[in-house]
């Protein structure tokens, strides 16, 4: 299935610990190059979550982003060691008393002392195990997206290799017609010499000229190359990368097919074929 390399994903769910919200973005990349945000309780997620995308995307560039707002009721990043506090509290008092004078410290001073703020210990294992299954739905919306979005462009490129198509039938058409002109042009240029005209002469000059006029090989090369896109769009495997080569042939024909026309409306024919071609050049860009 062809897919497209830009799309985009968001996914939420709430459970008991809060609510998990994934954004992936995606555009297109030579190769696939992941780059991730995750919110500290979660940091230890990212190899796991980056083996997953290397899983399912094999090209494009991807934003990811974990949003986590915990849950009401969520105990305090930081807590206060009242048992602590007490009694730094009480050995303060002792040794006031010791030295013969009060002693106040001030409730800023007493966060200064390690131990008196500490992190509560919390099982993060529901809550990551929630975030990687989370993960998988946001991939497979994405990758439903990337699949819609790349067969509509699958059929810009059919619609394309149609109308290249039609081009070189039309210079095939018109291919008697341009070597019957050249030779008379020809043999009206000798005659206006007032030389006598040989005509076996004659045929040899009008055989060169014809092979140098000749594109019967590149029409041929661009319908070859044409039935070999058309069989690519029809795989279940990433194609971009074998239709962009494709594209640099098919280019590469229409290049020649136009220098050696010797015709208006040939060279007419070249210019659209270029035409067509960079149009779907661009749309392959944006295929996996």
């Not at 930081?78 to 040794?95: C, H, K, S, Y």
């Not at 210079?171 to 040989?198: F, G, H, I, K, N």
Request: hydrophobic share 40%.
């Amino acid at each position: 299935m062809i897919k497209s390399m830009t799309a985009f994903a968001r996914v939420t769910q709430t459970g008991e610990s809060g609510e998990l919200t994934w954004e992936l973005r995606t555009v297109n990349h030579r190769f696939f190059e992941p780059h991730l945000r995750l919110p500290e309780e979660l940091r230890g997620l990212d190899t796991q979550v980056r083996a997953r995308l290397a899983a399912r995307l094999q090209r494009g560039k991807l934003d990811g982003q974990l949003r986590y707002i915990p849950a009401q009721g969520t105990p305090n990043a930081l807590q206060l060691n009242r048992p602590f506090v007490a009694q730094l509290l009480a050995a303060g008092q002792e040794l006031a008393e010791l030295l013969g004078r009060p002693a106040e410290p001030t409730a800023f001073e007493l966060l200064r002392w390690p131990g008196v703020l500490h992190e509560p210990q919390t099982d993060l294992s529901q809550l990551e195990q929630m975030a990687l299954t989370l993960l998988d739905q946001a991939l497979d919306s994405l990758l439903e997206t990337r699949a819609r979005e790349g067969e509509r462009l699958a059929q810009v490129l059919r619609d394309r290799c149609d109308r290249l198509q039609a081009c070189t039938a039309r210079v095939r058409e018109r291919l008697p017609e341009m070597l019957a002109s050249v030779r008379q042009r020809l043999a009206e240029r000798l005659s206006e010499l007032r030389a006598e005209l040989d005509p076996l002469r004659l045929e040899q000059e009008i055989a060169l000229v014809a092979a140098r006029l000749d594109v019967d090989e590149e029409l041929d090369r661009l319908a070859a190359h044409l039935d070999e896109v058309r069989d690519v769009l029809q795989r279940r495997e990433p194609v971009g990368r074998r239709l962009d080569f494709l594209m640099q042939e098919l280019n590469r024909e229409a290049n020649t097919l136009g220098s050696k026309s010797a015709d208006v409306s040939i060279t007419r024919e070249a210019v659209e074929m270029k035409v067509l071609i960079e149009q779907m050049r661009e749309q392959v860009q944006n295929l996996e």
